[in-house]
């Protein structure tokens, strides 16, 4: 694509095609992180408040699936201000996405390659829209 079709996508905040779809299963990918992070947040309180013992044994438990909400806010915010083609929108989706990578490493649970492999490819790809971004 040349200098000039990006800076024309750039000023008329047309927003490509490509993007749109990005933002759009991001939406929805984020929004259910986001909703079964609180229901898991909440149900996991009320789990571990009621049998003693057990925080212990769900590997972080409640403060786990609290970060993990707080991530998915944190990408759908992110992927908010890709929509309105805002550059720092990249940079608050990449980062909630790789901590989202690390954080079962953090709290000792197993690493799953699926669960990294997906945000990895997102962050790739609107990489390649960043120049779309103002």
Known sequence: MSEETTQATAETG???????VLCI??????????????????GMGS????IPGMGAAMGGGTA???IG????AASLYGAIQMWKLKKQGFFI?????VVGIILPLIF????????AIF???????YYLNVKHMN
């Open 14 to 20: 047309k927003r490509p095609g490509f993007l749109t």
């Open 25 to 42: 299963l991001t939406f929805i990918g984020s929004g259910l992180g986001l909703l079964g992070g609180l229901l898991m947040t909440i």
């Open 47 to 50: 789990i571990m408040g009621s």
């Open 64 to 66: 786990y699936f609290a």
């Open 69 to 72: 909400t707080v991530l998915a």
């Open 93 to 97: 989706y990449a980062g909630a996405s």
């Open 108 to 115: 000792g649970l197993p690493f799953s390659a699926m669960g």
């Open 119 to 125: 945000p990895i490819l997102f962050i790739v790809l």
